[in-house]
């Protein structure tokens, strides 16, 4: 059974830093595209990935929101990804989700998302 946990969510000040995990069970992350999206308060869960690494040719790809300011990154040993997300401002507030295409080889961005985790909330307020 394939499975993905978020979590490293919680409270932060403006112009603070978080780094959420994504760690996988039944797949190999390394083997697939993974991205990060989020929902926020009160709207759809956005469509489009925040950010997204590819399996194998080592693309990523970031929305213009948070470009400069977060970092997404694949640790293999651990089958985890991660994203760095700094210089908070209140409108990154929102559950944060993972997800992937489930495409052996796939690259960002992706197709499709059919597996999600359950989402770790970010609140970022003072």
């Known amino acids: 059974q394939v499975q993905l946990e978020e979590s490293g969510g919680g409270l932060v000040p403006p112009g603070g830093s978080l780094r959420l995990s994504c760690v996988a069970s039944g797949i190999s992350l390394h083997d697939y595209a993974i991205g990060w999206f989020r929902q926020a308060p009160g709207k759809e869960r956005d469509e489009h990935s925040l950010?997204?690494?590819?399996?194998?040719?080592?693309?990523?790809l970031y929305e213009d929101s948070v470009k400069g300011r977060f970092t997404i990154s694949r640790d293999a040993d651990k089958n985890t990804v991660y994203l760095q997300m700094n210089n908070l401002a209140p409108e990154d507030t929102a559950v944060y989700y993972c997800a992937t295409d489930w495409v052996w080889g796939s690259t960002c961005p992706m197709g499709y998302s059919e597996v999600w985790g359950q989402g770790t909330l970010v609140t970022v307020s003072s």
């Open positions: 950010s997204c690494i590819s399996a194998r040719d080592g693309i990523i």
